[in-house]
């Protein structure tokens, strides 16, 4: 169990229902009008904060408590981000500009042409479409890499600047890989203009019953709505359909059937108050056709639309995935990162509490005495790293959504420094610090970049300076290290260095 | 007197009819052209003209005149050696394109020209093709007309071709080699048994090495297309011995027609044109590898030059310094800056205010001077420049490297964004001396001069480390704070003062490097980030404080890569290339070469 002292847990405590509790209530039962009144715009922001804060715990974990400076967590990051941005990628469901059951970028790349067998949907991109399956990646993909590249360099003893090096050109190498558009992930657009996460409107696989009857039955057009919906499908298929229907071949008949209607679905409102006159809608259905929706609420109406009118043939979705921009969305993401933030944050405070994190330290402060103590310091320093992988994977896929575009220059090797910088300017070794500098750090890059663009440059190199040179121990660190300053008067630049207790044994190389 | 192409003229055309008053378009592109075959004339080249009326100037008159067309062709190829007299070219090029005219009265008839000049109604005065003198009336006062009034004389296509031919033959006798070479070249691909008779007589005078050989192809080439099974073939081998890169897609089309009709062609060709393409082919692939090792030497020369002075600092001090790729980039906004002062000055701007400084205005060698001038002062100015840098930063932080890469980090941002406000976000344009531009060939194989100055450079900066190093008591102390630092500092070596001179030193050796990048890579604010990642594969590659190590390190990065390129692209290679690296040090975790020492390190 860890163990918390009372003025930690009271902390702890309230930031948690100040994010969790106080800022989406703002949000949600506070009229725009009041000065009390938190965006969804500021939501979003804060939530992307939070993700950053994520991160910069799994930079601490290994920078802070084992000592290894990785300059590529940006990438772990950015591949749980990719992970679940694939997801949703699948779940446009043709409401991009081609109105394809591809996503866009693969329309525009000419995939058809490369995976003419599956219709233009590389192979490794089909089980994405499961969200389970990309929520598994989130966590697998960055775990092997972290875990391969790891062994390669833990076994072979790289450490320090040189470990730090190889990190960076990890993720330099997966950065202007992912730039390619050869390797299937957008190129450098990367995956944006998502509409629906965790499910979709779209017609999928098992939801159309006795797909043979229901071919038959468009096709008779008895109704205004079949005749209209039958009308809609090009000539080709509505022929390839009425042969499968006949010869009964359900399977087959329910894809082509499932293409044309989720086409038709995502092309405009299917309503019109002659078609649906036999029709029974609900009242919650005639209000929303008063709003005249469009894009996603329009799907979502089409989709309610098209199961009223078919009860018997069309299965009743009750979960159509969440709209991504919706503010209730959005809200639910920001609690999701500020929930995750919390649980990460109780894993290192639990992690870090125990032998294995005292060994960890150890590692960080003399790694041979460890080494000759008899631990085999690569295999802890094997599981930091991935643990740090993972969760930056995570950071990244809650990251994705709320930003709503991931492409590869999330991934670039400055990303990854400035990632480091959050952590030094809050305080390594420590757990607090790594948040409050993500967060202190992105608020004043998001001011500084919205103010004075050009000199946001100059404010974060200084950072990297100032922060280097006489913070050692970040913003935490500070009041010691302003007692240390006021008890030993005339002390320099050089004595700060001797309060960062970090290399403890500050004996020149021998 | 150069004749552009008509396409050429016609792509200008609607520019001149915004410059002249409004005038119907066939008569503004007669004018043009017309201007343009006459060269603008000026009255003393016409007044040089007259004093030597030319037998060719007769010839032409007469081809002109002649009723029968066979009789023009004839007159016309008698010309073909007449090239170094403009004027043939020129009124033939103009009589092709319908821009010479005939004047005809009751008994004489009289071919002209109009001259380039006109008057403010379009008008032009007329020069006989006889003697080139201006035609003039009763009174003396010479004629003028407006081309779009005139008839043009009368041409049938065989003339037209003949002309032509006649046209592109005199390039064969151009005095300028590589023109002739050039034109043996295009004729030659187009195989016309025409052309053939020129190509002997041509040979027989011919004296520079290239463009014989150039006549040798023509000929083999021409000769390849006959339907003599026996000429033929032998002209096919022969071309496989001059190992021709022009010719080898004809002989594979040869070779894939031979194959399919077995009976027009026979087997001699079919083994010929195999024997010819597969010796050329080979030529070809010896070609490439060359080029490929070049361009991997010379990749690996820059590299090299960049990633040195990174090697050294990092030996010494276990620092790795990422604002490296800025020094570089001082030290080529410096030749920038030397450039603009040895020529036309130049704008930049200082906290916002813009500062000119004049130039010295000197063109020619003073100018091309700059260059030596900018890699000795880029020298200075990074080596400075990286004297602040360890002087105000660095020297706090010997103990903690990790934290003095993220400190020399937030020293690159801030140089690169200084570079933005003070030379522009744009890439600043810094010309090549002279003697640094253009290439040579030897056996189809590019060398500029501005890689092999880059390799020249690059042995030199070693040699200048090496002596540094062994020859002088700096070196002496290097080595001994290298190898231990505490023991040095125990008998007397100023460490401090050691740790200032090398970092001086290896970022005097940037700034050189990013001189020299100047002159083949962009110079611009992100200059230095183009480089940085390789030169830290290099370091970590060629191991720590050994030059050997990083010599080797940078010939292996730069050749793999180039090696790599035509197979993969440029990013696969490169990601390749890294992932070598990776494996690589699993098998010598410490790099290529590790400096033994007694101490356990970390």
New interface residues.
């Given amino acids: 169990m860890i163990k918390f002292s009372k003025l930690e847990l009271l902390a702890v405590a309230l930031a948690a229902f100040v994010g969790l509790v106080v800022l989406p209530c703002l949000n949600a039962f506070v009229p725009p009008s009041s000065g009390f009144h938190v965006t969804t715009f500021s939501l979003s922001l804060y939530g992307k904060y939070l993700t950053y804060a994520v991160l910069a715990l799994g930079v601490n974990l290994l920078w802070g408590y084992t000592g290894l400076l990785s300059l590529g967590q940006c990438l772990f990051f950015s591949l749980g981000g990719y992970c679940l941005g694939m997801n949703m990628m699948m779940n446009i469901s043709r409401l991009g500009q081609y109105h394809e059951a591809i996503p866009d970028f693969m329309v525009f790349l000419e995939f058809p042409a490369r995976y003419p067998e599956t219709g233009g949907l590389p192979p490794h991109w089909m089980p994405f479409k499961h969200f389970w399956f990309a929520g598994l990646m989130v966590v697998l993909v960055p775990a092997a890499v972290a875990a391969l590249f790891g062994w390669l360099a833990f076994r072979s003893r790289i450490k320090g600047v040189y470990f730090s090096i190889l990190s960076q050109a990890l993720t330099y190498a997966a950065c202007l890989m992912f730039f390619r558009n050869d390797f299937t992930f957008g190129g450098n657009n990367g995956l944006t203009d998502f509409k629906f996460l965790l499910g979709t409107p779209s017609l999928e696989a098992g939801e159309i019953a006795r797909p043979a009857d229901f071919i038959a039955k468009l096709s008779e057009g008895r109704d205004g709505v079949s005749k209209h919906l039958w009308s809609q499908i090009p000539e080709p298929s509505q022929k390839r359909l009425k042969e499968l229907a006949d010869a009964n071949q359900g399977a087959a008949g329910e894809v082509l059937l499932g293409a044309e209607l989720n086409k038709i679905l995502a092309t405009g409102l299917i309503y019109e108050e002659r078609r649906f006159s036999e029709v029974a809608l609900a009242p919650e259905i005639k209000r929303r056709l008063g709003q005249n929706p469009r894009d996603t609420g329009m799907l979502n109406l089409n989709r309610d639309l098209l199961e009223s009118a078919f009860p018997q043939d069309v299965a009743r979705k009750r979960f159509q995935g969440f709209v991504v921009n919706d503010p209730a969305t959005k809200r639910a993401l920001y609690i999701c990162s500020g929930a995750l933030l919390l649980l990460t944050y109780l894993f290192c405070r639990w992690l870090t509490s125990t032998k294995f994190g005292l060994i960890q330290r150890a590692v960080r402060d003399s790694e041979n005495r460890v080494l000759f103590s008899g631990y085999a310091t690569a295999s802890f320093k094997l599981f930091v790293f991935v643990t740090a992988a993972v969760i930056a994977g995570l950071g990244g896929a809650l990251f994705v959504p709320q930003v709503g575009i991931i492409n590869p220059s999330e991934m670039g090797a400055d990303k990854s420094i400035e990632a480091v910088i959050w952590v030094a300017v809050g305080g390594r070794g420590n757990l607090l610090g790594p948040i409050l500098g993500a967060i202190g750090v992105n608020s004043l890059k998001s001011y500084a970049t919205h103010s004075f663009a050009e000199q946001w440059p100059y404010i974060l190199g200084g950072l990297f300076v100032f922060v280097t040179l006489f913070m050692p121990k970040g913003l935490v660190g500070l009041p010691s290290q302003i007692r240390a300053f006021w008890s030993k008067p005339g002390s320099t630049a050089a004595d700060a260095e001797s309060a960062a207790p970090l290399k403890p044994g500050k004996t020149a190389r021998l | 007197m150069h004749v552009p192409p008509p396409l050429c003229a016609k792509t200008q055309a609607p520019v001149k009819i915004n410059l002249q008053t409004r005038r119907v378009r066939r008569c503004v592109r007669a004018f043009f052209l017309a201007s343009l075959c006459l060269g603008l004339v000026d009255s003393r080249a016409a007044a040089a003209a007259i004093a030597t009326p030319s037998t060719n100037r007769t010839v032409l008159t007469e081809a002109v005149l002649a009723e029968d067309s066979d009789k023009q062709i004839e007159l016309v190829r008698k010309l073909v050696n007449a090239g170094s007299e403009s004027i043939v070219e020129q009124a033939l090029s103009a009589w092709r394109l319908g821009n010479l005219f005939l004047l005809e009265t009751n008994d004489t008839r009289i071919p002209f020209l109009l001259e380039a000049r006109t008057d403010g109604e379009g008008k032009a005065v007329a020069l006989r093709l006889l003697d080139g003198e201006a035609l003039k009336d009763a009174d003396g006062v010479p004629i003028k007309f407006s081309a779009a009034d005139l008839t043009p004389v009368d041409t049938t296509s065989k003339l037209r071709k003949a002309i032509k031919t006649t046209l592109d033959l005199f390039a064969l006798s151009s005095p300028n080699s590589k023109i002739r070479r050039d034109a043996v070249i295009k004729l030659g691909q187009e195989q016309d048994p025409e052309y053939l008779p020129h190509f002997e007589s041509r040979l027989q005078d011919e004296t520079v090495r290239e463009a014989r050989r150039a006549l040798h192809e023509a000929i083999s080439l021409t000769l390849a297309a006959s339907e003599d099974p026996v000429v033929r073939d032998s002209a096919v081998l022969r071309l496989g011995e001059l190992r021709s890169i022009t010719s080898l897609q004809f002989i594979k089309n040869l070779e894939k027609q031979a194959a399919a009709n077995p009976g027009k062609f026979g087997e001699g060709t079919l083994s010929a044109t195999r024997a010819a393409a597969q010796r050329i082919e080979t030529y070809i692939a010896f070609g490439n590898l060359f080029g490929t090792a070049f361009r991997g030497v010379s990749l690996s020369a820059v590299i090299l030059v960049a990633a040195l002075g990174l090697a050294i600092t990092?030996g010494l001090m276990?620092?790795?310094n990422m604002a490296h790729g800025e020094i570089m980039a001082v030290g080529a906004y410096t030749a920038f800056v030397v450039q603009g002062l040895f020529g036309g000055g130049l704008l930049f701007s200082v906290f916002g205010k813009t500062v000119s400084l004049k130039g010295m205005g000197w063109t020619g060698g003073w100018f091309d001077a700059y260059f030596i001038v900018a890699l000795a002062v880029s020298f200075v100015t990074a080596g400075l420049a990286g004297l602040a840098l360890e002087r105000t930063?660095l020297r706090?932080?010997y103990?903690?490297?990790?934290?003095?890469?993220?400190?020399t980090?937030?020293?690159?941002?801030?140089l690169?964004?200084i570079f933005r406000?003070t030379f522009g976000s744009a890439n600043v344009q810094v010309s090549s001396p002279s003697f640094l531009s253009g290439s040579f060939v030897v056996h189809d194989v590019l060398f500029a001069y501005n890689r092999l100055f880059i390799v020249g450079f690059a042995l030199f900066v070693v040699f200048l480390t090496w002596l540094l190093l062994s020859k002088t008591s700096l070196g002496l102390q290097i080595r001994a704070v290298m190898q231990?630092?505490?023991m040095a500092?125990c008998i007397g070596v100023r460490t401090e003062r050691v740790n200032m001179m090398t970092f001086a030193f290896g970022s005097g050796l940037a700034g050189m490097a990013g001189a020299c990048l100047s002159q083949i890579a962009n110079v611009g604010p992100s200059l230095g980030q183009r480089y940085i990642?390789d030169c830290?594969?290099v370091?970590?590659l060629g191991g720590v404080g050994n030059l050997v190590g990083t010599v080797s390190a940078a010939v292996g990065v730069g050749v793999t890569d180039q090696i790599l390129q035509p197979w993969l692209g440029a990013?696969?290679g490169?990601?390749t290339v890294?992932?070598a690296?990776?494996?690589f040090?699993?098998?010598r975790?410490n790099g290529l070469f590790v400096t033994r020492s007694r101490?356990?390190?970390?």
């Fill in positions: 990092f276990n620092i790795i930063i706090f932080l103990r903690r490297p990790l934290e003095s890469l993220l400190a980090w937030g020293v690159s941002l801030i690169q964004q406000h231990n630092r505490a500092s990642i830290f594969m370091v970590v990013v696969l490169k990601i890294l992932a690296i990776i494996l040090l699993q098998w975790p101490s356990l390190e970390g």
